[in-house]
């Protein structure tokens, strides 16, 4: 039994990164999908797919760039099981200067730091990637 699943998803996606694999696999859930079709929309990753086979696997294409440097530098976990991290809409964190994209769990669903300080919506800060 996996007690954070969502920082397994980013130290699995650090690593591949780190070792320059092209895709990275991990166990699907609907929160991991969602996560990754904000780093596909932020530019952090190439593209994702699901394979709804027995085990369901979430397979991520990791994106490059020159020199293959990763589209990222740093992916961190901000809220964890054991210490939870909340915020209002006034209080989100702006990750290294709006260079980098927090991902709130707010109830109008998973989104950006940007999203939610457009619609005025606060909650837990998952993780930030920069």
Same mark, same amino acid.
């Given at each position: 039994?996996? $007690?954070? +699943? #969502?920082?397994?998803? /980013?130290?699995?996606?650090?690593?591949?990164?780190? @070792? &320059?694999?092209?895709?990275?696999?991990? +166990? =699907?859930?609907?929160?991991?999908?969602? /996560?990754? !079709?904000?780093?596909? &929309? !932020? *530019?952090? #990753?190439?593209?994702?797919?699901?394979?709804? =086979?027995?085990?369901?696997?979430?397979?991520?294409?990791?994106?490059?760039?020159?020199?293959?440097? =990763?589209?990222?530098?740093?992916?961190?976990?901000?809220?964890? +099981?054991?210490?939870?991290?909340?915020?209002?809409?006034?209080?989100? +964190?702006?990750? &290294?200067?709006?260079? *980098?994209?927090?991902?709130?769990?707010?109830? @109008?669903? #998973?989104? $950006?730091?940007?999203?939610?300080?457009?619609?005025?919506? *606060? *909650? !837990?800060? /998952?993780? !930030?990637?920069?």
């Amino acid at each position: 039994m996996m $007690t954070d +699943p #969502i920082a397994d998803m /980013l130290t699995r996606i650090r690593n591949a990164a780190q @070792a &320059q694999h092209q895709q990275t696999s991990i +166990p =699907s859930s609907n929160l991991k999908q969602q /996560l990754a !079709e904000i780093l596909k &929309q !932020e *530019g952090f #990753i190439d593209d994702y797919s699901v394979d709804n =086979s027995a085990h369901k696997s979430l397979t991520i294409v990791l994106k490059y760039g020159r020199d293959r440097q =990763s589209a990222f530098v740093g992916m961190r976990r901000a809220s964890r +099981p054991g210490r939870r991290f909340y915020v209002g809409h006034k209080d989100i +964190p702006r990750v &290294q200067n709006g260079m *980098g994209v927090a991902i709130l769990s707010t109830s @109008a669903g #998973i989104m $950006t730091d940007r999203d939610a300080r457009d619609k005025r919506v *606060g *909650g !837990e800060v /998952l993780c !930030e990637v920069w």
